[in-house]
């Protein structure tokens, strides 16, 4: 169980995440978009905060993979199930908290419940589990990070 | 000048104040509607679309209020703070002179609660004595709501939701069935402040009278500064200036949607079934409002809106449907609540079964709207412009469909001229946006195809002989003011004779006086209604663009005037009373307003 393959494992549990999220979006299931919620934090041009965005999405999916990399040292076990049981807190935190609270907070183009008139949005807020961007998307992000945990315990190979 | 009593139930309101006795103020997230007799009767909270704490417009009895005003009879003028949504209210009494000052609060730099309504009393001369009642009822009057006290401050809650009623100067609180309430009198120069404050989903702050002072403050300076960089300078400018602010309070904050009104359920037909949410972002008001955006010179709000715009409709892309919730959902489920309504005006209805339509107007002011914001300099960039063209391909296929059209008819189906119109304009605008690279070039030759076969549809279905007019559907001999639509959004030459003619019969046959109704014809609906007050607005528009700005000039003279005593416009109006109906303020007014003054403006001397 090494770091190397847990950064490994975070690179392709976001490139799983990522390509879910995105077919979702087309399946119009939701309107979610990680990356372009990331990088319209660096900057208003659509398309460089496309690109941006999914740089950024990549750097905090390694991130995430050093953190599950700890709890599993801690745990001391990184079955597949234990993946998915991380990935899905991972994603009720994130849908309840980070993505529902702290990222209007921080983001300078997205609305938040205390804006009023003197404020002007570029973004709407994701809102809780993110369904502002549509009734499935809770579902789907859900899934997503489920997954994301799964192909990162898988990287770090069977438990002995 | 009004005359007004103490008790609203002795007198000939039966409990309910007249529409037009209404202003509005809010916050940028939620508007409550303050009567002349000094009784907030609505206010939704904590969002402009949340379940109302205040709805005694929809039912006196049990729909709660919070009303500050004089004890004994008095007469009433108002007045908006000039260049604010901040209401002042004089009372003249025969002891003396009152202002109540409302506002909803800015947050400013301090702590404070999540969202603030204050009402300031000052004395002018004399004494009066006065009297203030809270009784807030959460959940359009269904949530069980709890009166008790947090360290001497009276609080209402009902779950998640809590209401903190802070007063300075205004006699001791008395709790007494399921309201807080107290009396004091005014002298010249005294001043009595209560404040609303309320939470959501978090504990509740209660503030000091400084902190209160400030805000207040804060919130005047704010919109003065807002409206003093607005670039309008035209004819009917205060007018106009009124309707951008009525059009702020409508801009909800957090996303940048606009919604189409304050209300719910405000009735069409007084005692009729004709009452509607709007409270809601209906793509059919895109164009206009985006428009009137950037002539008013709120370039930051415009790309808000463009924004929101593409958001909330890409989870139903490349269709459309007609309206959108302010968050950007698509959810709509229409329900009834168990209020009584507006003088007996049943159902009071929240959500809109409208979403569900097919309305293909909804394309053109999508396409019409990207095609302004990249007149003003905006952005499209490669995937907006890959959507906007799926867009149009989607055109190309459902312009031959009947629609429920822009008046959401609820009977079956039909080949709406306006609609067609419409389509036009979207496979015009597409093929514009092609020409200037900001399209995918591949389509533009089906999309100028389509465009030409929709307008010899138009041209040879649509335009009726016998009313030498476009009429209001195909083969149809009714008129609908919603053509003039077309006309506003450049559907052929502005000077032909088709829309000449057309403007002379939809004023005679939809006018009266200055006012115009809808359409002739059925809706599927029973029951009547009001004059639409922007068709009037539009009409005006009309003549000024087919070539008659003296005439648009003296209509929009009258129609200035048709207004409430601090510049307000309600959907409609009774022509026979002058009474407003319908919701309010409503945006499509204002904005018709504001398009109708630029225009006449920009078509010469008058």
């Given amino acids: 169980m090494s770091l190397l393959a847990a950064l490994a494992g975070g690179f392709a549990g976001t490139l799983v995440l990522t390509t879910v999220l995105r077919a979702a979006t087309e399946l119009h299931l939701t309107r979610m978009d990680l990356p372009f919620l990331l990088g319209t934090a660096l900057t208003r041009e659509r398309t460089a905060a496309k690109a941006l965005g999914y740089a950024a999405h990549f750097l905090v999916g390694l991130t995430f993979a050093v953190g599950y990399h700890a709890l599993f040292a801690v745990v001391g076990r990184h079955d597949w199930w234990l993946g998915a049981l991380f990935g899905l807190v991972h994603g009720l935190f994130a849908g309840t908290v980070l993505i529902n609270v702290l990222l209007p907070l921080v983001h300078p183009r997205m609305g938040n419940p205390m804006d009023d ?19 499935q998307t809770a579902t789907v992000t859900l899934v997503a990070h489920v997954l994301y945990g799964i192909v990162v315990a898988a990287f770090l190979g069977q438990t002995r | 000048m009004t005359a007004g009593a103490h008790d609203r139930g002795a007198e000939a309101r039966s409990g309910y104040a007249p529409l037009r006795a209404y202003a509005p103020i809010g916050d940028g997230r939620c508007v409550a509607l303050v009567a002349d007799d000094g009784a907030i009767d609505w206010l939704a909270w904590p969002d402009l679309d949340s379940a109302s704490v205040f709805a005694a417009v929809l039912d006196h009895a049990a729909g709660g209020s919070c009303r500050v005003a004089p004890t004994v009879p008095f007469a009433v003028t108002r007045r908006y703070l000039t260049g604010t949504n901040v209401l002042e209210t004089t009372y003249a009494t025969e002891t003396g002179t009152a202002r109540v000052v409302d506002a909803m609060t800015f947050r400013g730099r301090r702590l404070g609660p999540g969202r603030e309504l204050q009402r300031r009393v000052h004395g002018v001369t004399g004494s009066v004595p006065m009297a203030w009642r809270v009784q807030p009822r959460f959940g359009y009057g269904q949530d069980a709501t709890r009166l008790g006290w947090r360290s001497g401050i009276p609080v209402a809650t009902a779950g998640s939701v809590a209401l903190a009623v802070r007063t300075f100067g205004a006699g001791t609180p008395q709790l007494e069935a399921g309201a807080v ?3 004091f009198a005014t002298a010249a120069g005294s001043r009595t402040t209560l404040a609303l404050c309320g939470a959501h989903q978090e504990p509740l702050v209660f503030p000091t009278l400084a902190e209160l002072d400030e805000r207040f403050a804060h919130t005047v300076a704010s919109w003065r500064t807002w409206t003093a960089t607005r670039t309008y300078d035209g004819p009917w400018r205060p007018e106009v200036l009124r309707s951008a602010l009525a059009l702020k309070l409508l801009v909800y904050a957090p996303s940048g949607a606009v919604a189409a009104a304050a209300t719910t359920s405000l009735p069409e037909q007084v005692g009729g079934g004709r009452n509607w949410d709007y409270r809601y972002c209906w793509i059919r008001d895109a164009a206009f409002t985006l428009n009137a955006l950037l002539r008013l010179g709120c370039a930051p709000e415009a790309e808000a809106y463009f924004w929101w715009l593409l958001q909330a409709t890409q989870l139903t892309h490349p269709r459309l449907q007609p309206l959108y919730r302010l968050d950007g959902g698509s959810s709509l489920r229409e329900r009834n609540v168990a209020l009584a309504g507006y003088r007996g005006s049943r159902p009071v209805r929240v959500g809109n079964a409208a979403a569900a339509q097919q309305q293909l107007d909804t394309y053109g002011e ?25 867009v149009a391909d989607l055109v190309c296929t459902l312009w031959r469909q009947p629609d429920a059209g822009i008046w959401e008819v609820r009977s079956e189906p039909l080949h709406f001229t306006h609609s067609k119109m419409m389509c036009w304009v979207a496979l015009e605008r597409a093929g514009q946006l092609a020409d200037r690279g900001l399209l995918p070039h591949g389509h533009r030759g089906r999309w100028r195809r389509e465009a030409d076969a929709c307008r010899d549809y138009i041209e040879t279905h649509c335009y009726s002989g016998s009313l030498a007019a476009y009429a209001r559907s195909a083969g149809s001999e009714d008129l609908d003011a919603s053509v003039l639509l077309g006309l506003l959004s450049g559907y052929g030459s502005s000077g032909g004779n088709r829309w000449v003619t ?23 609906l029973p029951g009547t209604e009001g004059a639409f007050v922007s068709c009037s607005f539009w009409l005006a528009e009309a003549l000024a663009r087919t070539g008659r700005p003296a005439q648009a000039a003296a209509l929009m003279d009258e129609l200035v005037a048709l207004a409430n005593d601090v510049g307000i416009y309600a959907e409609e109006i009774d022509p026979r009373t002058g009474a407003f109906l319908g919701n309010l303020p409503q945006g499509l007014s204002h904005l018709a307003l504001i398009s109708a003054a630029t225009a006449i403006a920009e078509a010469g001397p008058q």
């Fill in chain 2, 181 to 183: 309430g107290g009396s």
């Fill in chain 2, 502 to 524: 057309t403007v002379d019969a939809i004023r005679r046959g939809l006018g009266n006086g200055p006012y115009v109704y809808r359409y002739t014809g059925g809706d599927g």
């Fill in chain 1, 117 to 135: 008139a003197t404020s002007v949005a570029l973004l709407e807020a994701p809102g809780f589990l993110g369904r502002n961007y549509g009734p």
């Fill in chain 2, 366 to 390: 999508l396409l019409q709207c990207a095609w302004l914001y990249a007149g003003s300099g905006g952005r499209i960039d490669a995937e907006v412009g890959h959507r906007l063209g799926e």
